[in-house]
């Protein structure tokens, strides 16, 4: 935006705004006299089609001539301090150019929606507050005259803070005894703001540092010299499941928040939030109200409430998953980012940035320090170790000295063979199932894919039923009894006959997490089995109460998708077991190696946490593949040597800037003649290293009835591409139902 960052003493300036609401609208506005606080950063009302509307300034600027003097005033600054700091405006700006979209999309992340919209505020509450206890005589002739006040009065005194809700007192029945007492000096009403704590009424006991082996301790010497230093190169953990880089993670903090300074924990999907938000609030419990989380799945109310404590700085310690990068933390002095290999700290939808860059790139901008954790580290961070942007550090050993879970691979040829198995259990993994079980020991099973069965086939023509408006299978749900389409939601009702032949020879092909569900139950019909989905997981706090539940022992089996692959900790796990590790190796992507592998790996890191050794059993029908070898062994070294001399050769990520363009349209002629238009014009343009793919149908051709054709990217630079390609997008000004997006350093090309 042409004067975003403009000199703000300029006379006469103007106040570009972002209007809340669902339209990126930016509009400028005269600074009346005596409004000298506004700057970047700042909320504002402004007068908008005749009524008001709130908004938060990107600049200041000088009005366009044409408009001098005739610009509509604002009408208000909400806040006296700017909501948005100097440092994540600047990140704004950074990100927006990198990825190539508006800066006003990346304010909206920066400014949660709850913040923004006006109906969500404070919550409060009145209280009854004693101030003077009375004498004996007033306290007898309360006594005696009205009980009533007397209760209240005894139960005020009782309270350490001498004060309750009135709630507590009895609602409206207790607002005139508590007005009576006002008058006699005993007391008095206040309202008192209510934080909306995501926690819920949940306790947590103050849990106490422990003790670290010579690894452990290595780290955090690091780590606390960079926090006190403010060196803000970042540093790369490579943990070994187990190896206890939660408790490094949690020392780091204290140190921190000791030094008056503020602390970033991201995890990279929202079902690690509970489990971290229960260890750093357990141990911070001293400090009430110093750890706030931020995620998508809490209350609007909560999310305004935890956002604005992280403001003030009355919450030090700021948790959640991507988005949380963007939380207002005060004197911020460390990012932590857990398992910082996960593809979700990518975003799939515009802004596209990725959350563990943007780490890297606030801490240097903070001067923090910033730690990167994992045990399966991502290659793009493996690469930078190895050529000194990274500092490597690592953790070789578990933490309770158990050595890593043996690992076996299956290969389902040959077990689909045995008439025994059920095609999903093999016998081997069936049998160890019984003997955890017998033992009362715990166990989870690993599937990536949900629903009951992958597709609904005729065998008579070959017929799958296909979603109306994706060039997808939809699978079939039994719990519905319902086909759904994994993309974008669809559902149908399953038809008796086939649509084709009208055969009723109609076969469930495939299978998924329910499926296997009703499987295990009719195995073991003893066992108490909960499933983790996304189809489960849609009630608040459902996947924190599954978790608690495995936790305290009253599930003997947990079976889900990815969600409980990584991260979590259950010392009673002695068997994993992996379905099908196949899924995700098959796709056309440079990165499905390694997302199998690491995968593989973590899920394999539930098991032998605590005590007793564990065992993970593999079934594939690729056992020979590498990624598979590798997670087998839990080398970790040796697929990155082999994988990064593949990438290498292929040039590939990390060896190169990855994006990818994508043309879309309710027409497929249209989509692919403005892609091939647009392509055309690029490679007159592009510079020769800059390699450009052909333009083709992407790999789902139909998506939300939208037909879609891409074509990649690869450069030595990001900027190369998102400066060229956004400004040729703009230049062509494709029709309404024609769109193209780009999508810098790409994590999925489907």
């Known amino acids: 935006m042409q004067g975003l960052f403009a000199d703000e003493s300029l006379s006469g300036r103007a106040a570009r705004v972002l209007v809340d609401g669902l339209n990126d609208m930016v509009l400028d506005y005269a600074i009346p006299p005596g409004m000298d606080g506004v700057t970047r950063g700042s909320r504002v009302e402004v007068p908008l089609r005749g009524r008001g509307a709130t908004g938060t300034v990107l600049c200041l600027v000088p009005p366009d001539a044409q408009w001098s003097g005739a610009l ?88 350490t803070e001498k004060h309750a809700p009135l709630a507590d007192l009895g609602g409206t029945a207790a607002l005139n005894p508590c007005r009576a007492l006002e008058k006699h000096g005993c007391g008095r009403k206040e309202e008192e703001n209510r934080h909306r704590d995501p926690a819920g009424e949940e306790i947590f006991a103050q849990s106490e540092p422990l003790q670290l082996n010579d690894e452990q301790d290595a780290v955090l010497k690091a780590v606390l010299a960079a926090t006190d230093a403010g060196d803000s190169k970042p540093m790369l953990l490579q943990g070994v499941t187990g190896s206890g880089k939660t408790e490094v993670y949690l020392q780091a903090a ?31 419990a001293a400090h009430q109200g110093s750890v706030a989380i931020l995620h998508s799945a809490m209350s609007d109310g909560e999310r305004f409430d935890e956002w604005h404590s992280i403001r003030r700085g009355t919450a030090r310690i700021a948790i959640g998953p991507r988005s949380a990068l963007f939380a207002p933390v005060q004197n911020l002095g460390l990012i932590i980012v857990d398992e910082e290999h996960d593809g979700s700290y990518k975003q799939e939808n515009s802004p596209r940035y990725h959350g563990r860059d943007l780490a890297v790139l606030r801490a240097k901008m903070e001067n923090a320090a910033i730690l990167l954790g994992s045990a399966t580290p991502s290659l793009e961070s493996l690469q930078n170790a190895r050529i000194g942007k990274y500092t490597l550090l690592r953790m070789d050993k578990r933490a309770d000295g158990q050595h890593l879970p043996l690992t076996r691979v299956l290969d389902m040829r040959t077990e689909a063979k045995d008439k025994r198995n059920l095609g999903i259990l093999s016998e081997r993994l069936r049998m160890a199932i019984e003997d955890r079980l017998r033992k009362q020991q715990q166990v989870i099973l690993l599937l990536n894919r949900r629903g009951f069965a992958r597709a609904l086939q005729c065998p008579d023509c070959g017929h799958v039923a296909h979603c109306e408006h994706c060039a997808l ?7 519905e009894n319902r086909l759904v389409c994994h993309l974008c939601g669809f559902r149908a009702v399953v038809p008796r006959r086939c649509p084709e032949c009208n055969s009723d020879n109609i076969l469930l092909e495939g299978y998924g997490t329910q499926k296997v569900e009703a499987v295990l139950r009719r195995c073991f019909p003893q066992a108490r089995l909960q499933r983790v989905d996304a189809d489960v997981t849609t009630r608040k706090n459902a996947l924190r109460d599954i978790l608690n539940d495995f936790r305290a022992g009253r599930t003997d089996i947990l079976l889900g998708t990815q969600m409980i692959a990584k991260g979590l900790d259950f010392p009673r796990v002695t068997l994993v077991g992996v379905l099908n590790a196949d899924l ?29 050794d564990g065992e993970v059993i593999v079934q594939t029908y690729s056992p020979q593949s590498c990624a598979i ?11 990155s040597e082999n994988e990064l001399g593949l990438r290498q050769q292929f040039d590939f990520p990390p060896f190169c800037h990855m994006a990818v363009l994508t043309v879309r349209s309710p027409q497929e002629e249209m989509a692919r003649f403005s892609l091939e238009t647009l392509h055309k014009r690029l490679m007159a343009k592009l510079p020769p290293q800059v390699k450009v793919s052909d333009p083709l149908p992407a790999p789902i051709a139909r998506a939300y009835g939208q037909f879609r054709y891409q074509c990649t990217f690869k450069a030595p630079s990001a900027r190369i591409i998102a400066d060229i390609v956004s400004a040729e997008i703009t ?7 024609i769109i193209a997006t780009l999508d810098i350093d790409a994590y999925s090309f489907m």
Not at 130 to 158: E, F, G, V
Not at 591 to 604: H, S, Y
Not at 629 to 639: E, I, K, M, S, Y
Request: proline share 8%.
């Open 584 to 612: 995700g190796l098959n796709i056309p992507d440079p990165r499905a190696a390694e997302r199998t592998f690491q995968l593989l790996t973590q899920v394999a890191g539930r098991a032998g946490r605590g005590e007793l």
């Open 731 to 737: 230049a062509m000004q494709f029709g309404e139902d």
């Open 629 to 639: 070898q590798f997670a087998r062994r839990h080398d970790t070294d040796g697929f």
């Open 72 to 159: 509509r005033p604002l009408r208000r600054l909400v806040n006296e301090e700017p909501v948005v700091s100097p440092v994540l405006m600047d990140l704004a700006e950074w990100a927006a150019r990198y990825y190539a979209v508006p800066v006003e999309q990346m304010i909206r992340c920066i400014v949660p929606e709850p913040v923004r919209q006006e109906r969500h505020e404070e919550k409060t509450r009145k209280v009854a507050v004693l101030t003077n206890w009375p004498d004996d005589d007033k306290l007898n002739k309360i006594n005696s005259r009205a009980p009533r006040q007397a209760h209240i009065l005894r139960y005020l005194h009782q309270t």
């Open 473 to 479: 299978p939809m699978t079939y749900h039994a719990t």
């Open 254 to 284: 204290q140190h921190a928040m000791e030094q008056g300074k503020g602390v970033l924990i991201l995890v990279p999907e929202i079902s690690l939030t509970p489990q971290t938000m229960a260890r750093f609030k357990s141990r911070f």
